[in-house]
């Protein structure tokens, strides 16, 4: 299978309209997220203490959600960005069950909308040509 760099799955226009909605929306939610991490606030340092890995990791997550929201406004980047975020918000959605407590509900929307993307966004594969 070679890959191109043709058109999303997401090819009508109100597809590819909402599916720039959504990318848009999701990207100021992990830009936001991510940005409250980074700039340490008082929240954000309380939650990655109860965690209990170290304040480097709120650094990590932090720098992961920014550079995955901005990832998200990019085609050619979305899919993999939206992947990156989806595996971020397993485990927020893990640490919110095992660790915090809390509802897990916020961060497993962003999992499930994350997804969405990176379906929508996967790159498209055309057969080799047959060389015999």
Known sequence: MILTDTLP??????????L???SGLLAVAFIAAGGGKL????????LFAKVGLGQ???YFTGL????????????RYAFYAAIL???????AVVAH??????SPAPAFMLLVLSGIIAFLRKPQT??????G
């Open 97 to 102: 069950v095992t660790v915090l407590g809390g």
């Open 56 to 58: 480097w990791f709120r």
């Open 85 to 91: 975020l989806a595996i971020v918000m397993v485990g």
């Open 39 to 46: 700039a340490g606030t008082a929240v954000m340092v309380d």
């Open 20 to 22: 720039w909605i959504l």
């Open 9 to 18: 799955v997401a090819s009508s226009k109100g597809r590819l309209i909402s």
């Open 126 to 131: 055309s057969p080799a040509k047959d060389q």
């Open 64 to 75: 992961l959600e920014v550079v995955g929201g901005i990832g998200l406004l990019f085609p």
